[in-house]
Every structure is written in C-alpha cells, then in structure tokens.
C-alpha cells in the first residue's frame, strides 16, 4: 500500500525558509521510473508543480521558482525534503507531495493529504 | 514552456448531462496527459492517464481520447458525487510538468 505523508510547519515569516518532508512508504524511490514531486495550490487557485526528484537522484524544478527551491531526498528514511527560500504572503498555499509514476505515461498516480503552509508575520 | 490551456473553465450541469472538457498544450505532448478530480479540501485523484487509459478503480462513465495539442475529459452522465474541479496535467518530459487551470464542474 502506497502512502505519502507531508510534515512541516503551518505558519512561517516573510522572508524566512520554508522546510518540508514527505514521508512515504509502499515504494522505494531507487525503483527505475519513480519519482516524488511537490505541488502546491493557493486557497481557491489551480495546482501548480514546483519540484521532483527521479529514481537516479536527479532534481528538476519550475523554471519561475528555481533560485528558491531545493529538493533532496533520504533513502534510508524514506523521506524527501523540499525547501523554499524567501517566502512570501502571495506563497500561502496547501503543499501537496506525490509520487510520479514514469512507466504510466508521467502521472501523478498517489498524493498525500496535503499541508497548508500561511505566510504571515 | 508548455502550457496546458482548459476550457471552460467554469460549467453548470445537471444530473444526468454528459459533459465535456477540453485542455489544449501550446505544443505536441503526445499522450502524456492525465486528467485528475479534485473535491474541496482533498488532494486530487487520478482519473486518466496516457490521455485515455482509465486508472484502475475508477468508473466507466469517465473518459478520455486525444493526442498531441488536444485533449477531451467526459463524464457520460454526471451525478452528484462528480460534481468537482477537473485539472488536466502533462509530462512530456520530466524538465517541465504542467497542470491546466481547472474546470469547475457545479450543479446547475
């Protein structure tokens, strides 16, 4: 069974990092043709993809938010961790982490439950 | 940058209607496209891959065909539980993923 589960705080400052973790189990994320991504979406907005890491340790990220994000991951642990620099009011959003399936045509085929992260002093 | 273009973004049904969505990709995706229901408050569910391959679980009445730039989701006949926001998502390459804008599917 396929479980992914985000952690991280629900309200950080202006300005400061923003550091998340998505906890899995069921898979192993060294299995050619996974990945796990992070998503978020703005109260009453669309999805918006920000960050992935593949199979081979390989990073890609939303060429508009590069500079601020980084993405990792802990084999041991089953974990991934994303940061985000910098924030924002405007990055107030829900954090959804997910795996991303390559050999079923690149879906997003399970989803944690999501996190809602508040930018606020 | 592709950009996946949903239309319309807003649609009022009844039960029982057949309802069609539409994404356009700004280029040629192939069938790396997805489509996923989202309820309010809940993380989206995946509903069809590969542009028309129905995920397992998921029932009949969902649909979904094109290739290339253009891309339908339809719901034979909507009932109440269908009534959601619909995004289409692509992968053409793992450089660059894209979510639509949503579709808003609301009880006329």
């Known amino acids: 069974q396929v479980t992914l589960r985000e952690s991280g705080p629900a309200l950080v400052k202006p300005t400061q990092t923003l550091t998340l973790t998505c906890t899995f189990s069921?898979?192993?994320?060294?299995?050619?043709?996974?990945?796990v991504s992070w998503i978020r979406q703005p109260p009453g907005k669309a999805l918006e993809w920000l960050a992935l890491i593949d199979w081979d340790d390989e990073t890609y990220y939303n060429a508009s938010l590069r500079t601020r994000l980084t993405i990792s991951r802990d084999t041991s642990k089953n974990q991934v961790v994303f940061t985000m620099t910098d924030m924002d009011p405007v990055d107030t959003a829900t954090y959804f982490c997910?795996?991303?399936?390559?050999?079923?045509?690149?879906?997003?085929?399970?989803w944690g439950q999501g996190i809602l992260v508040t930018v606020s002093s | 940058d592709i950009q996946l273009t949903q239309s319309p973004s807003f649609l009022s049904a009844s039960v029982g209607d057949r309802v069609t969505i539409t994404c356009r990709a700004s280029q040629d995706i192939s069938s790396f496209l997805a489509w996923y229901q989202q309820k309010p408050g809940k993380a989206p569910k995946l509903l069809i891959y590969?542009?028309?391959t129905l995920q397992s679980g998921v029932p009949s009445k969902f649909s979904g065909s094109g290739s290339g730039t253009e891309f339908t989701l339809t719901i034979s006949s909507l009932q109440p539980e269908d009534f959601a926001t619909y995004y289409c998502?692509?992968?053409?390459?793992?450089?660059?993923?894209?979510f639509g804008g949503g579709t808003k599917v609301e009880i006329k």
């Open positions: 069921g898979f192993s994320l060294t299995t050619s043709g996974l990945c």
């Open positions: 997910a795996r991303i399936n390559v050999e079923a045509a690149g879906t997003f085929d399970y």
């Open positions: 998502q692509q992968l053409h390459s793992l450089r660059e993923v894209t």
């Open positions: 590969a542009a028309s």
